[in-house]
C-alpha cells in the first residue's frame, strides 16, 4: 500500500486554536490597540512639524523618488560607512523579511481564505510554502545576527559616538525577543506538530526551516516534542508573548529612536535637490528687515522649517556625523550630532542631553522673561526658548568649518550646516553677538571690498610685471579669472595667482581680469551669517560681470568657485546659463588633455593632494586635480590613508574660521597634516588658497616647515613645463 503524499502546509493558528477565537480576538484587539497608539504618535509629530515655517520641497518628484529608492532599498548612504552600515543592512533586510512574511499571512487568512475557500485560497502550502520557510529563517538569522552585532557595539565596544538613553535598549531587546522568540515559536511547532497524521518533525521538506528544525531536535531530546504538554504550553506562551511584544513595539515606534523607520525614509524624500553649495536663502530678507521685531535667522525652535524639525525626528543618534567633524576631533564644543539631538529633545520637550553629559529639563532653561505659570508651577513655551546660551554656546556655533562633511555622512539626510549657519544670521544680524574676529572680517568686507581689510586700490598689485588683461580695457574675453580676496592679498596666495597667470598665457588662453572692479564674493559674510552684506556683494558682482562679455569663468579659490556657480543664480547670477564656472583644476586638466600645456620636465617627488572641502564634498570635483598631477613625469601620488576624496577632512578654515582662533584643545590643520603626512610625502598639493594659509600655518609650527613643501597644483604644473625663452 502506498504511503500518503503529504504536503507541506501552514496552519496558522496552530495550538492557540485550543481556545477557539480567543486568539484571533487576542491578536486583532492587540493590533487595533497598537494602531491607534502608533497612530495617535505619529500624528502628533505632524502637529510638531506643521509648527514650522513652509518649505517647499515637492519639486523634482521623479528624482526625488529614484533617490528614496536608492537610499531606502539599496541602503546607499549607510553602506558607506562598511561597518555600522553592513549591521544595519542586516537588521533591515532581516526586518523587512519577516514584515512581509507576516503581512502574508495575514493575507491568507484574511482575504484569500474566505474569499477563495480553503483550497483555493491557501498561500503557505506546496512548495511555496517550503520557499518561504528557507527564506524566513535565513533572513530571521540575519535579522538576530544584526541586532546581536548592534547590542555588542553599543553595549560590549562601547563606540565613542554612540550615546545610550533607555529607549534605545528597550527597542533592542524588544527586537531581539521577537527574532529569537519566532525560532522558538517554529522550533517547538515542528517538534510538537503533525499533518496528516506524520509528525512534521519526520517530513523531510522540515528541514528547509533549518533553525526551528535544530532547535526541534533540542526541543525533542529534553522532553518538549512529540505532543509534550509543557511543550505545547510553552509554545502557547511564546506565542502570546510574541504578540505583545511585536505590538508593544509597534505602539512605542513614535516614542523611541526607532521612528526612523518612518521618518528617515520620509526626510530621504523631501531631501534638499538645490546644489550642495548653496547655502537656503531668507525669504523676503528686505521685507523682514522692515518689520518692527525681524525674524532673520535662527533664534528659537519656532523659527525653524517643518523640514528641520522632520530632521530632528529622523535622527538616529548614529554618530556618524561626529564621527568626521573636524571641530569636535579638535576637541571644541561642537558635535553635529549634539546640534540635532538637543533641538529634538527640546521640540518634544523631553529631558535635554548635552555632549558633557549633563541633562537639563526644558523648565531649567532660560526663557528672557518668557515664563508662565499654571497651577502653581512654572511652564515655559518650548517653542521660543533662546537656543544661544542655553542649548548652544559660542564654541559651539563658530567652530563650525561648514565643511559639509556631517550632511555628506548623515544617512537621514539632515542639514546640519543650515542649522549652524542659520543660528549665526541671527547672532549676526539680530543679536549682534559674535566674536570679535568675525566683527573685522565682516567691516573689511563692508568697507575695504575684502577680508583682510586691505585697500580696495592694492587689489591687483599682486600682477605687477605680468601685464595681465583688464576687462575695463578690452570689454571681452574668453576667459575671465575671477582672481578672489586671498590670491589678490594674502603673500603666499598671489604666488598662485602669478604661477595661474603665467599658464594661461603660455597656452594662449584669450583671458582678462576685473581688476579693482573685483570685489569679494562675499562667501565669507554668507558663512558668517551676515546674509545682508553677502547679497550686496552679490548684486555689485553680477552687475559688474554684467559689463562684459565672456564665456568662463575660471577661479583658483573653491569658494569663490562654488559661490558664483551655486548661489549667485539664487539671485539672478549667470552661471550654467550665460557662462560656465570651472575650478582652475579642472580648467588646466583640460589645457593638458588638449595638448595647450606639456608637462615634460620630471619632479621626482612623492606628492599627497589635500582635496578641498568646497571643490569636494560640495562639487564632486577629485578627478580633475588628480589627472592633473599624475600628468607630470616623474611625480608619485600619494593619498592620506582613509581620509581622502569625499572623506577627506577640512584644513579648518572654512566657515569664516580661516580668519579666527582655533576653538578646540588641538588646531584642525595641525591634526589634518598630520594625516596628510601619514604616506611621508615631501610635497603637499593644494588647490585652495584657505588650504594654502592654513597648511602655511600648520607646517611652520609642527616643524615641517623645511621637510614639507606646500605648492598649489597650478605652481607643480608651472615647474614641470620647458621655459619659454
Known amino acids: 500500500m502506498d504511503e500518503p503524499i503529504i504536503v507541506a502546509i501552514r496552519e496558522i493558528y496552530w495550538n492557540v486554536d485550543r481556545f477557539g477565537k480567543l486568539a484571533p480576538i487576542f491578536l486583532y484587539g492587540l493590533i487595533l490597540v497598537t494602531s491607534i497608539v502608533m497612530t495617535w504618535g505619529i500624528l502628533r509629530d505632524l502637529g510638531r512639524w506643521r509648527k514650522g515655517r513652509p518649505d517647499g520641497r515637492i519639486d523634482q518628484l521623479p528624482g526625488r523618488t529614484v533617490e528614496f529608492l536608492a537610499q531606502v532599498f539599496g541602503q546607499k548612504k549607510v553602506l558607506r560607512d562598511r561597518r555600522p552600515g553592513m549591521m544595519h543592512a542586516l537588521i533591515f533586510f532581516g526586518f523587512l523579511t519577516l514584515f512581509i512574511g507576516t503581512d502574508i499571512i495575514a493575507v491568507e487568512e484574511d482575504f484569500t481564505l474566505p474569499m477563495m475557500g480553503e483550497d483555493a485560497g491557501k498561500i503557505l502550502v506546496g512548495t511555496f510554502y517550503q520557499s518561504y520557510e528557507f527564506i524566513m529563517d535565513t533572513l530571521g538569522l540575519v535579522f538576530v545576527a544584526g541586532l546581536s552585532w548592534a547590542a555588542w557595539r553599543r553595549y560590549r565596544m562601547k563606540e565613542p559616538r554612540l550615546d545610550n538613553r533607555r529607549t534605545d535598549a528597550w527597542v533592542l531587546w524588544v527586537l531581539l525577543f521577537i527574532g529569537i522568540g519566532g525560532f522558538l515559536i517554529e522550533g517547538l511547532r515542528i517538534a510538537n506538530q503533525e499533518i496528516g497524521g506524520i509528525p512534521v518533525y519526520e517530513q523531510a521538506w522540515a528541514r528547509l526551516a533549518y533553525v526551528g528544525f535544530g532547535l526541534a531536535i533540542v526541543f525533542k531530546a529534553i522532553g518538549l516534542g512529540d505532543g509534550s504538554a509543557i511543550g505545547l504550553n510553552l509554545h502557547l506562551l511564546l506565542w502570546f508573548t510574541h504578540a505583545a511584544a511585536t505590538g508593544a513595539f ?31 536663502i531668507i525669504p523676503a530678507l528686505e ?20 523640514k528641520h524639525r522632520l530632521d530632528l525626528d529622523a535622527c538616529m543618534r548614529c554618530g556618524r556625523c561626529q564621527a568626521v567633524c573636524p571641530a569636535h576631533a579638535s576637541g571644541a564644543d561642537l558635535s553635529p550630532k549634539y546640534i540635532i539631538t538637543k533641538l529634538h529633545d527640546l521640540m518634544r520637550e523631553e529631558p535635554i542631553h548635552f555632549k558633557d553629559g549633563t541633562v537639563k529639563l526644558v523648565t531649567q532653561l532660560e526663557m ?30 563658530w567652530s563650525c568649518t561648514t565643511c559639509y562633511a556631517c550632511v555628506h555622512e548623515c544617512p537621514a539626510m ?14 549676526t544680524m539680530i543679536a549682534s553677538e559674535v566674536p570679535q574676529g568675525v566683527k573685522r572680517v565682516l567691516e573689511g568686507i563692508e568697507r575695504a571690498g575684502n577680508p583682510w581689510r586691505l585697500p580696495a586700490g592694492e587689489r591687483t598689485a599682486w600682477a605687477e610685471g605680468l601685464d595681465v588683461p583688464i576687462m575695463a580695457e578690452q570689454e571681452e574675453a574668453e576667459v575671465l579669472f575671477w582672481v578672489g580676496c586671498a590670491p589678490s592679498y594674502d603673500e603666499r596666495s598671489k604666488r598662485v595667482a602669478r604661477a595661474f597667470v603665467q599658464l594661461l598665457q603660455q597656452a594662449g588662453v584669450n583671458f582678462a581680469i576685473l581688476g579693482d572692479e573685483e570685489t569679494c564674493n562675499g562667501d565669507p559674510a554668507r558663512r558668517m551669517g551676515e546674509e545682508l552684506l ?17 564665456k568662463t569663468i575660471v577661479t583658483t579659490c573653491p569658494h569663490c568657485f562654488n559661490t558664483i556657480k551655486n548661489e549667485y543664480p539664487q539671485f539672478g547670477g549667470g552661471a550654467g546659463v ?20 606639456k608637462p615634460v620636465k620630471p619632479l621626482g617627488e612623492k606628492v599627497v593632494y589635500h582635496d578641498p572641502c568646497y571643490i569636494g564634498r560640495y562639487n564632486d570635483i577629485y578627478d580633475a586635480p588628480r589627472e592633473l598631477l599624475k600628468s607630470i613625469p616623474g611625480l608619485e601620488l600619494v593619498e592620506a590613508p582613509d581620509r581622502n576624496r569625499e572623506r577627506s577632512m577640512c584644513c579648518g578654515g572654512g566657515g569664516g574660521n580661516v580668519w579666527l582662533e582655533g576653538w578646540g584643545k588641538e588646531q584642525v590643520n595641525y591634526i589634518r597634516l598630520e594625516q596628510l603626512t601619514e604616506a611621508q610625502p615631501a610635497t603637499l598639493a593644494m588647490s585652495c588658497p584657505f588650504c594654502m594659509v592654513m597648511f602655511e600655518d600648520a607646517a611652520k609650527n609642527t616643524g615641517r616647515d623645511e621637510s ?18
Open 708 to 725: 614639507l613643501r606646500r605648492r598649489d597644483i597650478a605652481e607643480l604644473l608651472l615647474e614641470a613645463l620647458e621655459p619659454t625663452v
Open 287 to 306: 521685507a523682514e528687515i522692515e518689520k518692527d521685531e525681524p525674524r532673520l535667522g535662527i533664534a528659537t525652535l519656532g523659527d525653524l522649517s517643518w
Open 368 to 397: 528672557d522673561g518668557q515664563e508662565g505659570e499654571e497651577g502653581g508651577k512654572v511652564t515655559i513655551d518650548n517653542e521660543r526658548v533662546p537656543l544661544y546660551e542655553n542649548l548652544f554656546t559660542e564654541n559651539e556655533l
Open 534 to 550: 553677502y547679497q550686496a556683494q552679490v548684486e555689485q558682482n553680477i552687475e559688474t560681470m554684467k559689463q562684459y562679455k565672456f
Open 250 to 280: 509597534i505602539a512605542t515606534l513614535p516614542f523611541s529612536k526607532f521612528k526612523h523607520i518612518f521618518y528617515t525614509p520620509l526626510n530621504t524624500f523631501f531631501r534638499d535637490t538645490a546644489p550642495r553649495g548653496a547655502l537656503e
Open 414 to 427: 539632515i542639514e546640519h550646516v543650515d542649522d549652524i549657519v542659520g543660528a549665526r544670521r541671527h547672532l
Open 578 to 597: 550665460d557662462y560656465d564656472v570651472i575650478h582652475h583644476t579642472e580648467f588646466l586638466a583640460r589645457l593638458v588633455a588638449e595638448g595647450k600645456l
